[in-house]
C-alpha cells in the first residue's frame, strides 16, 4: 500500500530534550515535506526537499533541522524543543515538486513541556 | 509569497444541500490547487488536484474550479451527507521557483441530518 508514515505518532518531552520525528515514503516520490498545523494559524511548511541532499526552508524553519540521505525518508529533529514547538506536524511527499499531488502522513501530535 | 484566503471559516448545512467553498490566492502563477478534507485530529485526505490548464475537475460528489486571472478555486459538494463533516482545505503552490506551497486555515463543514 502507498503511505507515507510518520514515528512516534504522540509524543510528550520537556524543553531542551533533542528528538527526532521519523518520516518515510514508499512511492518513490522525490519531493518530500514537513508541516505544523496550529489552531488558528492553519498548516504551515517548515522545512521541503526536492531530493536526496537537496533540502530548503520552508516559511517556519527556525527550531528545526531536517535531513534527507536516503529518497525515502525525511526526518525531522528538534535539537532542543521548547513549548512553542507544541504542535500537530504532517508529513508529505509527491513525485516531483509542489505542482504534483501531495500527499500526506498521519501526523505526530508533540507536546513539549 | 503566495496567501491563500478560505472563506467561510465555518458552515452549517441542512443535509441534501448543495454547497461551495471558496479559496482565494494572491500569486496566480501556479501550475494547480490542491483540495484536502480533513477530519478531526487525523491527517489529511486528498481530495482533487485541479491543474491550471484544466479550469474544472471532477471526482463523485465534488467538483473543482480554478480560475487563475480572478485568484479563485471553488469546492462544489453536490447532495450533502452527514458523512461529509470535516474541514476542506485548499494548497496552492508558491512560484518564481521556489517549491513551497501554502495552505488556507480551513472551512469547517458540519452538515446537519
Known amino acids: 500500500e502507498a503511505q507515507v508514515t510518520q514515528n512516534p505518532r504522540y509524543l510528550i518531552t520537556v524543553t531542551g530534550k533533542k528528538l527526532t520525528v521519523t518520516c518515510s515514503q514508499n512511492m518513490n516520490h522525490e519531493y518530500m515535506s514537513w508541516y505544523r498545523q496550529d489552531p488558528g494559524l492553519g498548516l504551515r511548511q517548515i522545512y521541503y526537499s526536492m531530493n536526496v541532499e537537496v533540502t530548503d526552508k520552508g516559511d517556519v524553519p527556525e527550531g528545526y533541522k531536517v535531513s534527507r540521505k536516503e529518497k525515502r525518508n525525511f526526518p525531522l529533529i528538534l535539537e532542543s524543543p521548547s513549548p512553542n514547538q507544541t504542535s500537530l506536524y504532517f508529513c508529505?511527499?509527491?513525485?516531483?515538486?509542489?505542482?504534483?499531488?501531495?500527499?500526506f502522513g498521519p501526523g505526530t501530535r508533540l507536546t513539549v513541556t | 509569497k503566495q496567501e491563500v484566503t478560505q472563506i467561510p471559516a465555518a458552515l452549517s448545512v441542512p443535509e441534501g444541500e448543495n454547497l461551495v467553498l471558496n479559496c482565494s490566492f494572491t500569486d496566480s502563477a501556479i501550475y494547480n490547487l490542491q483540495w484536502f478534507r480533513q477530519d478531526p485530529g487525523k491527517g489529511l485526505t486528498s481530495l482533487l488536484l485541479i491543474q491550471s490548464s484544466q479550469r474544472e475537475q471532477t471526482s463523485g460528489r465534488l467538483n473543482a474550479s480554478l480560475d487563475k486571472s480572478s485568484g479563485r478555486s471553488t469546492l462544489y459538494i453536490a447532495a450533502s451527507q452527514p458523512g461529509d463533516s470535516a474541514t476542506y482545505l485548499c494548497?496552492?503552490?508558491?512560484?518564481?521557483?521556489?517549491?513551497?506551497?501554502?495552505f488556507g486555515t480551513g472551512t469547517k463543514l458540519q452538515v446537519i441530518p
Open positions: 508529505a511527499s509527491s513525485l516531483r515538486g509542489n505542482s504534483y499531488e501531495q500527499y
Open positions: 494548497a496552492a503552490p508558491n512560484s518564481g521557483g521556489y517549491q513551497k506551497v501554502t
